[in-house]
T-cell receptor
Framework: NAGVTQTPKFQVLKTGQSMTLQCAQD?????MSWYRQDPGMGLRLIHY???????DQGEVPNGYNVSRSTTEDFPLRLLSAAPSQTSVYFC???????????FGSGTRLTVV | QQQVKQSPQSLIVQKGGISIINCAYE??????FPWYQQFPGKGPALLIA?????SEKKEGRFTISFNKSAKQFSLHIMDSQPGDSATYFC??????????FGTGTKLQVIP
């Protein structure tokens, strides 16, 4: 059982470049989210989705886009990378109701 | 505004001791309170969770204590072991949708 799969694990981008972080889950979870983790700031919600075709913004959405065309996939797009987007990005999914998240192993992104 | 405040930022405990991490929240609409454990280079993993109609939940050496009137909940790790050394995050959820995390506590258990 794969759980939540994130690719790539590491990425270096130049300022202004765009890219897509991939996230896929095989547990048929309705809810999926993207978080970024920065030292001393915990996990901050970027975007989330409560089902295919439904997405909403979290607390730090600027510079990022998402879409949810299938239950399994929830890609995160960086439109024009900035050094402030250097971070570790985690995708997570969970069942509807009072259940915890299953996290992916993360993508470490550096923007130079 | 910060929806959940976690303390301490770091904690050093001797092997066999009790580790205690606290979280405080403001919004009484929160209805699910999980704790996550994260080892270096890994994603967070669900450790234990509680709902507000229960004051305490225990799973092995890990216990959540929940004080609804004080709007606080805490994680207690009994008989702490070096393998428990990790970063711990509390979280709060409203309507089973958005999940907001605390800033994390780095626990070090020394032999």
């Amino acid at each position: 059982n794969a759980g939540v799969t994130q690719t790539p694990k590491f990425q270096v981008l130049k300022t202004g470049q765009s890219m897509t972080l991939q996230c896929a889950q095989d547990m048929n979870h309705e809810y999926m989210s993207w978080y970024r983790q920065d030292p001393g700031m915990g996990l901050r919600l970027i975007h989330y989705s409560v089902g295919a075709g439904i997405t909403d913004q979290g607390e730090v959405p600027n510079g990022y886009n998402v879409s949810r065309s299938t239950t399994e996939d929830f890609p995160l797009r960086l439109l024009s990378a900035a050094p402030s987007q250097t971070s570790v990005y985690f995708c997570a999914s969970r069942r509807q109701g009072p259940y915890g998240y299953t996290f992916g192993s993360g993508t470490r992104l550096t923007v130079v | 505004q910060q929806q959940v405040k976690q303390s301490p930022q770091s904690l050093i405990v001797q092997k066999g001791g009790i580790s205690i991490i606290n979280c405080a929240y403001e919004n009484t609409a929160f209805d699910y309170f999980p704790w996550y454990q994260q080892f270096p280079g890994k994603g967070p993993a669900l450790l234990i969770a509680i709902r507000p109609d229960v004051s305490e939940k225990k799973e092995g050496r890990f216990t959540i204590s929940f004080n609804k009137s004080a709007k606080q909940f805490s994680l207690h790790i009994m008989d702490s072991q070096p393998g428990d050394s990790a970063t711990y995050f509390c979280a709060v959820t409203q309507g089973y949708q958005k999940v907001t995390f605390g800033t994390g506590t780095k626990l070090q258990v020394i032999p």
